[in-house]
């Protein structure tokens, strides 16, 4: 993602069904810009602060909860969840 190719970090990251809410073509591509200039620095930074940290799961395994050390962008933890063998951002 620091390489800002938004796009496709959307299209690994975002679940497929909320995937499928955001218009392919010119509309994504503005989702997708967005996104780097409003989300993109802060994800980055909670990426990086959880790089080597544990997540608490819950009792089904898939939903993956990393606590933060400080709150960023509002946030105090960040959630990933596994839809069939993989893993997507939730929060």
């Known amino acids: 993602m620091e390489d800002q190719k938004y796009d496709a970090f959307i299209k690994s990251f975002v679940p497929p069904a909320d995937l499928?809410?955001?218009p392919e073509g010119e509309e994504r591509k503005e989702f997708a810009k967005t996104f780097g200039e409003r989300k993109a620095p802060i994800l980055i930074k909670v990426l990086k602060e959880i790089k080597?940290?544990?997540p608490s799961l819950?009792?089904?395994g898939t939903k993956a909860t990393f606590?933060?050390?400080e709150p960023l962008g509002g946030k105090k933890s960040i959630n990933f969840v596994k839809i069939e063998k993989y893993?997507?951002?939730k929060n």
């Open 20 to 22: 499928k809410k955001i």
């Open 52 to 54: 080597d940290a544990k």
């Open 58 to 60: 819950d009792d089904s």
């Open 67 to 69: 606590a933060l050390k």
């Open 87 to 89: 893993w997507y951002l």
